[in-house]
């Protein structure tokens, strides 16, 4: 099993910068992918993005690529969300997952381990 909490979500203006992080511990020597989705009430779970935690090979979601990028840090046990130019439509929970192998993943129930979330407010 994997223990994830996420971090560092707040209320930004359009157009401002955020950074989301999500401290990973638990069983990772055999690889992970992590992700990052998000949900606004009324909405799907949303992925954004993901990264396998020994390969470092990246994918985000079209609504974001180019200004949202996701990294890790084996050292850190901490999986990155950089958030650029932000919208009011990113406003959300935004969740970091984990799923078994070092594989990515885009769906939500491809991932066991949940965090419990962090708020995301882009005002104008």
């Known amino acids: 099993q994997v223990q994830l909490v996420e971090s560092g979500g707040r209320q930004v203006h359009v157009g401002e910068s955020l950074t989301l992080s999500c401290s990973v511990s638990g069983h990772t020597s055999s690889g992970l992918g992590v992700g990052w989705f998000r949900q606004s009430p009324g909405k799907y779970r949303e992925f954004v993005a993901a990264i396998t935690w020994i390969s470092g090979a990246p994918a985000h979601a079209n609504s974001v690529a180019g200004r949202f990028a996701i990294s890790r840090d084996r050292a850190k046990n901490t999986v990155l969300l950089q958030m650029n130019s932000l919208k009011i439509e990113d406003t959300a929970v935004y969740f970091c997952?984990?799923?078994?192998?070092?594989?990515?993943?885009?769906?939500?129930?491809?991932?066991?381990?949940w965090g419990r979330g962090t708020q995301v407010t882009v005002s104008s």
């Open positions: 997952a984990a799923r078994r192998g070092d594989v990515l993943g885009s769906n939500y129930r491809q991932y066991e381990d």
